[in-house]
């Protein structure tokens, strides 16, 4: 089955910073690779997705780029805000199976303000 | 907010017993997906219902059972409760079983005793 792995488990910036978080995955069927945020007490909530036939995306502040050959994918956020604390989890599809997901171990993020 | 409502936020049981937990998706999706959250790791598949049928499952043991009604709502079920079964249990639901995002619940945390 799939395997992700995330790195690193934890990161502490200062705040207008830029933070970025590497995952790699071993499943070449994935084809979906999305990014979560969870916050204290609440559910993941997805923050920016991207397919396989894409190699970067951006959404403001957030970006993410997709390297298939390699199989790893990272999360870049710039001009980092203390509300951008959080836990953030990478994911990839069960091989090309929809959205049944296996997430990373999840990456701490702290900004210091 | 996403939508996903869960229930019970938070629940106690002894090693043996039996647990249903419940979740009410977003009007108009037909998947749901249930995950399981450790302290400190991420979420893993369990298992996801379409349109009341199983899809697909994870590594997770036939004690762990779903069922998925045509109101929106689900429920996760856990009999003969071993206390590496406590975790925060997540649900999630979608429009169908391949759009991408899915919007999750804040989940209910299980302890096992």
């Known amino acids: 089955g799939e395997n992700v792995e995330q790195h690193p488990s934890t990161l502490s910036v200062q705040e207008g910073d830029s933070a970025v978080i590497k995952c790699t995955y071993s499943?070449?069927?994935?084809?979906?690779f999305p990014w979560y945020k969870q916050e204290l007490g609440k559910g993941p909530q997805l923050i920016i997705d991207i397919r396989s036939n894409v190699g970067e995306k951006k959404d403001q502040r957030i970006a993410v780029t997709l390297n298939k050959t390699a199989k790893h994918f990272s999360l870049h956020i710039t001009e980092t805000q203390p509300e951008d604390s959080a836990v953030y989890f990478c994911?990839?599809?069960?091989?090309?199976?929809?959205?049944?997901?296996?997430f990373g171990g999840g990456t701490r993020l702290m900004v210091k303000p | 907010e996403t939508g996903v409502t869960q229930s019970p936020t938070h629940l106690i049981k002894t090693r043996g017993q039996q647990v249903t937990l419940r979740c009410s998706s977003q009007s108009g999706h037909n998947t749901v997906s249930w995950y399981q959250q450790a302290l400190g790791q991420g979420p893993q598949f369990i298992f996801q219902y379409y349109r009341e049928e199983e899809n697909g499952r994870g590594n997770f043991p036939p004690r762990f059972s779903g069922l998925q009604f045509p109101n929106y709502s689900s429920e996760l079920n856990v009999n003969a409760l071993e206390l590496d079964d406590s975790a925060l249990y997540l649900c999630?639901?979608?429009?169908?079983?391949?759009?991408?995002?899915?919007?999750f619940g804040e989940g209910s945390r299980l302890t096992v005793l």
């Open positions: 499943d070449s069927a994935s084809n979906y």
């Open positions: 994911a990839a599809t069960l091989g090309s199976a929809g959205n049944m997901l296996t």
């Open positions: 999630a639901s979608s429009y169908d079983t391949h759009t991408g995002e899915l919007f």
